[in-house]
């Protein structure tokens, strides 16, 4: 089993930055890739950004302004997210390609979701 947990959302003035984190527990023999997506209200979850093997990949409507960041040993990860603008109120949900065993095929699991709202 493994869980994936959200923390950092929260309501923040046009301009301004939050910090979200992802802590994934359990059964975990390695995590392939560790991102984020993010649901607005009425519309599709849409990809944020992706962490994978150091690597990164950004939305283009998020690119120059929001940062992912991987703690590999803790299995954590961050997104550093500045210059926000309304339009990047949403649930932003976690997720990870992780591995449960030594061999075993990735699967997707996905956090609860953090709310981030800006909004003067």
């Known amino acids: 089993q493994v869980q994936l947990v959200e923390s950092g959302g929260g309501l923040v003035q046009p301009g301004g930055s939050l910090r979200l984190s992802c802590a994934a527990s359990g059964t975990i023999f390695s995590i392939d890739t560790m991102g984020w997506y993010r649901e607005a209200p009425g519309k599709q979850r849409d990809f944020v950004a992706a962490h994978t093997d150091g690597n990164t990949r950004y939305a283009d409507s998020v690119k120059g302004r929001f940062s992912i960041s991987r703690d590999n040993l803790e299995n954590m990860m961050n997104l550093q997210m500045n210059s926000l603008k309304p339009e990047d109120t949403a649930v932003y949900y976690c997720?990870?390609?992780?591995?449960?065993?030594?061999?075993?095929?990735?699967?997707?699991?996905w956090g609860q979701g953090t709310q981030v709202t800006v909004s003067s």
């Open positions: 997720y990870g390609i992780i591995r449960t065993t030594l061999g075993g095929p990735p699967n997707n699991y």
